[in-house]
């Protein structure tokens, strides 16, 4: 443990930072063997030329290899810009300093992947939790109460009308031909993607306009989450039996 390591040590638990974190006790714990050496040891190794002349700034040079636990192995290294300064026992200080440094970046990493695979709530199992929560108030029985009002996290159903359902496989969407798409709509829309009721998707409330305008982000199964603005609230009228609705738009949950 260096000096800087055990004043900010102190410090931190001065303050009580005890959350899951690295300790100096640690990085000293993992480091199970350390190895120094100087730039000129590099032409004693074994396949270098004997006639080969080390370069002389390599004598200035002090290597410090740490090997850990699990027998990874980090370097560090300490360079003299002055041959009158140089200094072994200084150079080995500083290049086993620059080698730790590289053991708590890893100990960060190998930390930071424990506790977020702990997480009980990631960003992609909070994104499932709201889906799910979606499709539970469909058919969830509440007692009647007063209309709701939107908000930003409110969990709503998003329609996909028939413009929309229809929209890719349109063959004249490109071309600007409205008319041959209105025919196209009024033909194919009901089949495009079944009733009304199998057209709604799960949605949250990202932002309100008004009180039946909003955004929204949209759960579609085949594509995922989508962003919609400024869609309108559809009246209930338009989710009963055999009734058609042309444009996308939201809807509450229905009470059953």
Avoid at 134 to 147: N, Q, T, Y
Avoid at 161 to 169: F, P, R
Avoid at 199 to 227: E, K, S, Y
Wanted: charged letters at 25%.
């Amino acid at each position: 443990m260096t000096r800087s390591e055990q004043e900010i040590e102190r410090e931190i638990q001065a303050k009580g930072l005890n959350a899951p974190r690295l300790t100096p006790e640690r990085i000293d714990e993992v480091i199970v063997g350390e190895y120094y050496g100087l730039g000129t040891d590099l032409f004693l190794a074994p396949g270098v030329p004997v006639m080969r002349k080390c370069p002389a700034p390599l004598a200035l040079l002090t290597i410090c290899v740490l090997v850990l636990k699990n027998g990874f192995t980090v370097v560090g290294t300490s360079a003299c810009a002055s041959e009158a300064n140089f200094d072994e026992t200084i150079g080995r200080k500083i290049a086993r300093e620059k080698a730790r440094e590289q053991v708590w970046a890893l100990e960060g990493y190998l930390l930071k992947e424990e506790l977020s695979r702990a997480s009980p709530l990631s960003e992609a199992a909070a994104m499932n939790d709201a889906v799910r929560e979606v499709h539970a108030l469909v058919s969830e029985k509440r007692p009647a109460s007063a209309a709701p009002v939107p908000s930003p996290g409110r969990m709503v159903l998003y329609y996909e009308g028939d413009w929309e359902a229809c929209g890719a496989s349109f063959p004249h969407a490109m071309t600007g031909d409205w008319e041959s798409q209105k025919a196209f709509v009024e033909r194919h829309g009901a089949e495009a993607r079944g009733t009304n009721g199998t057209r709604l998707h799960p949605a949250i409330i990202t932002n309100v306009w008004g009180p039946d305008c909003v955004n929204l982000i949209v759960f579609f199964d085949a594509v995922g989450p989508q962003v919609k603005t400024s869609m309108s609230r559809l009246p209930d009228e338009a989710f009963a039996d055999g009734a058609r609705c042309t444009n996308s738009g939201w809807r509450w949950p229905p009470r059953v």
